[in-house]
């Protein structure tokens, strides 16, 4: 097989030649067809994540071995089943196009039993941990990492994988809430546009968008916010409070830095919850007694489980989510489509494509 890799990290990927892999036990090679480019392959590639202060977490710290194929938003087909992949009781067979779920966990706790491999405490995530989909193949450890795309556009289909299930699983975490019920988004970049057209499918008609940016505001307006609050200033919270008519029982941060934490925080009322996802960084204050007295969740939401990416490609297929731009990129140019990311001449997903020419 052949992969576009990080070879030395901040250095332009490398097409190098590796073996392709035999699939062992349960598990099953996928040849890939599309793979998102997401802004996390950045921080992959640059080899830490910026925790702010001057910090750094570094990611070689953290297990990521070089070379390494990135890409987690993967569509493709199945080529070889291992001996022992229980292939017919998840609905696969040789041929079969397949969305897969790259947030692997160690396949024997608690967490990957139940299905929620996002929460396992030895994650082998592909396309951070393992070889991932800016490679001619993929492994998927086990049939039911597989999630069939059916009639939905394999590209589009493909950002379901990170961006799409990240949001769906934050916004579960607020539901179920009556459809007139304020729910409050802070930042309307691709995470939010996308927040934006999940809560629409679920038939949510009250969203708030909170963002800095006057432009990504009525971006939001755009994709069917209720309203939108200006991010800007010391009275954040209370714009949010006077645009719901009072304190809110529901907020999503996907910017989750200290400045919109500390608002969004400041805008909930008795029973209100907080999904924190964001890794813009930073720190949050909290005063005790009010976490008691209004009974208050805050609570981080990583990713999503295999469940979750079912349930959101079945949302789509009903027609009611929305595509989000997504541009072809063939997949060997897959080093000058990180530097498009990178130097912030993206609009939606670009993804790569392996039969393009
Ligand atoms: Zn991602
Ligand atoms: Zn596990």
Redesign the pocket.
Known sequence: MRAWAVVENGQPLREIELPTPEPKGTEVLVEVTHC?V????LHIWEGYYDLGGGQKMSLKDRGVKLPLAMG??IVGRVVKLGPDAPAAAHGVKVGDLRIVYPWVGCGKCEACLSDEDNMCLNQVSLGVYQNGGYGTHVVAPHPRHLVDPGSLDPAIAATYA??GI?VYSAIRKVMPLPPDEAIVLVGAGGLGLNAIAVLRAMNHRNIIVVDISEEKRKAALAEGATQVVDGNGADVAKRIMAAAGGPVLAVVDLVNGTATARFAFGALRKGGRLVQVGLFGGELMLPLPLMAIRALTVRGSY?GSPKELRELVKLAQDGKLPAIPVTMVPQREADAALMRLRAGQVTGRLVLRADAA
């Open positions: 998102g997401c802004h996390s392959d987690h938003e990170c961006s990240t990713v």
